[in-house]
């Protein structure tokens, strides 16, 4: 089985409260079952609700985690994964290497005085981090690889493809496409390319992303828009486009506007939900 599950859906901060509840609060977390092996993509709030459901299992974990990249809403609920603090569990910890500070070194940091109560050191469970090169593929299990390629974002971000038994899930948070009509990016095009499922930081609206609506451009922040993800979905061929990285100021209302204006340009599309699953 290749199974998907959102446990973080929003962007940059999280948003608790009851105009948000139906799209979800948490920052960027999903959930990878290939056969046996568990994949986690990002750490953002959402990883500690993700770590309550696994610990019920009352088994040891050994999990591979994949960060995009180390901005803090994407790393902020790995201190609050109750697996770290156990020593029955292994995890592996990748990231790219064009990152500005190590993965080991920013999880740590953030774990220090005077942010957190209790160090990395602390930690009882195996962790060991490790890098991998841009586009080479890391075989984590019999027909199961995953593989990296930076993104356009400050401070440096990837996206990932994952293929199982034929099938393939592309995530790419946190990406500015190219406002050039005659340039495409390449890298998510490479990833996403025939993907069952795409997932695609859709944070912006076109209006919100040029200034026209809130009297501010978000040019250069890192994030696209719904209809740039359309178009990227329709080169790359995919069957399964889904919307990511909400913003803060987006309530459920909002993702849903979004959403349909979506559905129009490519029918096969969905806002990202907290707890919605896909299985391949």
Request: glycine share 10%.
């Amino acid at each position: 089985m290749f199974r998907i599950k959102f446990w973080g859906v929003r962007g940059s901060i999280p948003t608790p409260g009851p105009n948000t509840a139906g799209i979800g609060g948490n920052t960027s977390c999903v959930e990878i079952n290939a056969g046996d092996t568990l994949v986690i993509l990002d750490g953002g709030t959402g990883l500690r609700l993700l770590g309550e459901e696994l610990i019920r299992q009352d088994k040891p974990i050994n999990a591979y985690m994949f960060f995009s990249h180390v901005h803090w809403d994407h790393i902020q609920g790995f201190p609050f994964f109750i697996p770290i603090f156990q020593p029955q569990n292994e995890i592996h910890i990748f990231g790219g290497k064009n990152l500005e500070m190590t993965l080991g070194e920013t999880l740590a940091g953030q774990m220090n005085f005077p942010n957190f109560p209790v160090s990395l050191d602390a930690c009882a469970a195996k962790m060991h981090f490790k890098e991998f090169d841009d586009g080479q593929a890391v075989t984590l299990a019999d027909e199961l690889s995953i593989k990296g390629l930076p993104l356009n974002h400050p401070n440096g971000c990837y996206g990932y493809r994952l293929e199982y038994k034929g099938k393939i899930f592309t995530y790419c948070t946190d990406t500015e496409h190219n406002e050039d009509p005659e340039k495409t990016d390449g890298n998510v095009l490479e990833l996403a390319k025939d993907a069952d499922v795409f997932v695609y930081d859709s944070q912006y609206t076109p209006e919100e992303y040029t200034g026209k609506e809130g009297g501010m451009s978000r040019r250069g922040w890192g994030h696209s828009t719904y209809v740039e993800a359309v178009k990227l979905a329709q080169t790359a061929n995919v069957k399964q486009l889904v919307l990511f990285h909400h913003d803060p100021g987006h309530n459920d209302t909002k993702v849903a506007e979004i959403e349909a204006a979506c559905q129009k340009l490519f029918p096969n599309s969905e806002a990202a939900r907290e707890g919605r699953e896909f299985i391949l």
